[in-house]
């Protein structure tokens, strides 16, 4: 019955320490010299000389060692659970302690916010005012030089906006993830509506959105996370792309899968190797720059990733430094 126990045991010696190991090793010596003594001894002097005092002697010291080994393995396992109780009891209050921070950094994210907007939207709808007066009651001379002024103040609330909106998302996906209410969606009316809310920015840029969609291409998503992720993919495209060049825009099946793949090619300034292993970190600072002069936050392509992993989708680019970049997510096809 001592035999597993036995067994044990001298597993875990080879895991002690030098002076645990001595003691051991010393006890069990005793303890077998002083058996073979007594066997010896009671052998010698019976005057049967019965082989069966030898071994009930024998069997009394592997009694002996078991109940030792037993209740120092007993002492052992008694210390560990005590260990791995108080180990348990600590990550428990790390854990709620993180629990609360979060939910207070969510509640902050959600304060500031809904602070943030009334005074940015003040500041954009004035600007937008001023231009109006500016035009109807200053001469051409001086209006010219307040309108630049004041499309300035404009650009940067709405930059400021821009930038609130996607800090706070990427702190959202982080804490909650994205609600995962899927419902059927045609990628290909949410990648054509997102492209319809993008071509003023292109115009603007002279910039052709090339444009090659076959099939309605059911999904099961969250129709408004995808549609984000689909439009920081454009955007960035576009934000990226010099003046009078054009942006790819193709959606087809995946060959051998029952997948569909979405793919924004554009002809910008590409990356380097070593920038595609961070590509998709928040706040990655790389090599491009928007061509002319639009924000850029360094989380647009974080986001994609946690919409997209979220979606069990994948997401990826392939570049050559120089020669622009394409973009690519892939979803399973809704069969």
């Not at 609360?100 to 809904?114: E, G, M, Q, Y």
């Not at 309605?216 to 689909?230: C, D, F, K, M, R």
Request: net charge positive; with cysteine.
């Amino acid at each position: 019955m001592f035999g597993p126990l036995i067994m044990t045991e001298i597993a875990t010696i080879f895991e002690m320490d030098r002076q645990s190991k001595r003691i051991l090793f010393t006890t069990s010596t005793y303890l077998l010299g002083f058996v073979i003594l007594l066997t010896a001894l009671l052998y010698y002097t019976s005057p049967a000389k019965d082989i069966t005092t030898i071994l009930l002697l024998l069997v009394l010291f592997w009694i002996v060692l078991g109940a030792y080994l037993a209740r120092r393995i007993t002492k052992r396992l008694t210390h560990e659970l005590a260990v791995k109780e108080a180990i348990n009891r600590e990550l428990k209050a790390e854990r709620d302690g993180a629990t609360r921070a979060l939910a207070s950094k969510a509640h902050t994210l959600a304060v500031v916010s809904h602070e943030f907007k009334t005074p940015i939207n003040v500041i954009q709808g004035f600007s937008e005012l001023c231009i109006d007066q500016v035009r109807q009651q200053c001469s051409p001379e001086v209006s010219e030089n307040l309108i630049t002024d004041l499309r300035l103040i404009h650009e940067a609330a709405a930059t400021l906006t821009l930038q609130t909106q996607q800090i706070l998302l990427s702190e959202e996906l982080e804490i909650r993830g994205f609600e995962k209410r899927v419902e059927p969606v045609s990628l290909k009316k949410l990648v054509s509506d997102r492209i319809r809310t993008l071509e003023v920015s292109a115009d603007k840029k002279s910039i052709t959105l090339n444009v090659n969609i076959k099939g309605a291409y059911p999904v099961l998503a969250n129709s408004v996370a995808l549609g984000q992720a689909i439009d920081n993919l454009l955007s960035n495209a576009i934000k990226f792309s010099p003046s009078d060049t054009t942006v790819y825009i193709h959606l087809s099946p995946s060959s051998g899968t029952e997948s569909v793949v979405l793919s924004v090619r554009d002809e910008g300034p590409g990356l380097k190797v070593t920038e595609l292993k961070q590509l998709f970190k928040p706040f990655s600072r790389l090599s491009a720059r928007p061509t002319s002069g639009e924000s850029s936050t360094g989380l647009g392509l974080s986001i994609v990733k946690q919409i997209i992993d979220g979606h069990g989708g994948k997401v990826w680019c392939e570049s050559s430094y120089g020669k622009g970049a394409t973009f690519f997510i892939e979803l399973r096809l809704q069969i």
